[in-house]
């Protein structure tokens, strides 16, 4: 996992949110990329080896939140209940650098728990987060969902809204905030490759940034591989906190929302803008759900 360091400890909140967000008084890391269908498969792999948990981990069939059929080319992982042990799980040719979609809320908590757990772990259901037993609809839900908070001794977590807000859109040099994670105050725009202020989401005129063309093709895969977009990163050097895919943080709101942020590949920009966080129920997951980790500042 690669990290990028914030640092500015006890910045001021944003004024444009009416100060509501991206004050962070403490040093922290938060992971440059999202997290990729080659790390999620290996997370897989270790702690769900013979496949009997699939469903509560990852929905690679895919299916949604009530097991109806989807048909996405983004996912990537693919689920083989005659492979050998410890390799049920594989990745798409092609998709080990994309970044991991339908992960649920209790996906990327588990997958955080399995990563603040240290190597050779397999646990899933204690380290960041208690999470007390399964549900059963299959989903996975802890039994104590609507009480599930960080604990104290994390070494690495899902990010808080302010974690997550802060990392994509304060500039540390300037003691002020940027509209997008792309260093700018503008919508960007989405053609693929170096240039400055771009990112992976359909502009105004509709267009995908994968194909440059409005009509959406179900057999496509519009994600982009992480960092694709290599000159429009965040003032801490993040890369796609505004677009290709939204991303789950810790923070819950009303109704047990934990809050979505960043937009995707299907958004509009202004849910990539600072202004454009989401809750949404923890068991929603789709082809422009991911996460990214935050961890202690070394």
């Known amino acids: ?21 991206g004050s962070v008084s403490y040093t922290y890391e938060i992971g440059q990329y999202d997290v990729t269908d080659s790390q999620y498969c ?9 496949g009997a948990n699939t469903l509560a981990l990852y929905k690679p069939a895919p299916q949604d939140d009530e097991g109806s059929p989807q048909r996405n080319a983004e996912y990537g992982v693919t689920f083989n209940p005659g492979a050998a042990n410890g390799s049920k799980y594989s990745v798409k040719s092609g998709y080990a650098n994309m970044p991991v979609v339908n992960v649920d809320y209790w996906d990327a908590l588990r997958f955080v728990n399995w990563m603040n757990n240290g190597e050779g772990s397999t646990s899933t259901e204690t380290g960041a987060y208690m999470l007390l037993g399964g549900s059963t609809d299959g989903n996975g839900r802890p039994g104590n969902w609507e009480s599930v908070t960080r604990n104290a001794g994390a070494a690495v977590w899902l990010p808080s809204e302010n974690e997550w807000y802060k990392a994509a859109y304060y500039d540390p040099a300037r003691s002020t905030y940027s509209k997008y994670a792309t260093q700018s105050d503008t919508a960007p725009g989405n053609v693929i490759g170096s240039g400055t202020n771009e990112a992976n989401y359909p502009t105004a005129n509709g267009f995908f940034s994968v194909t440059q063309n409005s009509r959406h093709n179900s057999n496509q895969n519009y994600l982009t591989a992480t960092g694709t ?3 429009s990163k965040s003032h801490y050097g993040t890369y796609d906190q505004s677009g290709d895919v939204i991303n ?7 109704s047990h929302s934990p809050v979505l942020r960043g937009g995707a590949w299907d958004c509009t920009s202004s849910y990539l803008s600072s ?3 989401v809750g949404e129920r923890p068991t929603a997951p789709g082809p422009d759900v991911g996460f990214r980790v935050a961890s202690k500042s070394p």
């Open 248 to 254: 789950w943080c810790d923070t819950v709101v009303a």
């Open 42 to 50: 290996t997370f897989l792999n270790d702690v769900d080896p013979t």
């Open 229 to 231: 977009f290599s000159g």
């Open 275 to 277: 202004s454009g966080g």
């Open 1 to 21: 996992m690669s990290y990028v360091t914030v640092g500015n400890p006890n910045n001021a909140p944003d004024p444009a949110t009416g100060s509501l967000y």
